[in-house]
């Protein structure tokens, strides 16, 4: 399943159930950057994903 949130555009997340009750998130921009998380909590590890995504965009847009 992939997923959008539109204060982060240009990143998809995809959320895949790797075993019984295990999740992987993966969330990828337009550039190639990544971030992931892996556990049981699967909201939890999209709201993770989504804030490490955040602090990414943050501190490229301090960057520029």
């Known amino acids: 399943m992939k ?18 009750c295990v999740y992987k998130v993966i969330g990828k921009d337009k550039y190639g950057r990544k971030v992931s998380r892996q ?3 699967l909201d939890e590890l999209l709201d993770e994903c989504k804030s490490d995504a955040l602090a990414i965009q943050k501190s490229l847009d301090a960057d520029s």
């Open 3 to 20: 997923k959008k949130f539109p204060e982060l555009l240009g990143w998809v997340f995809e959320m895949e159930e790797t075993s019984a």
């Open 39 to 41: 556990g049981t909590e």
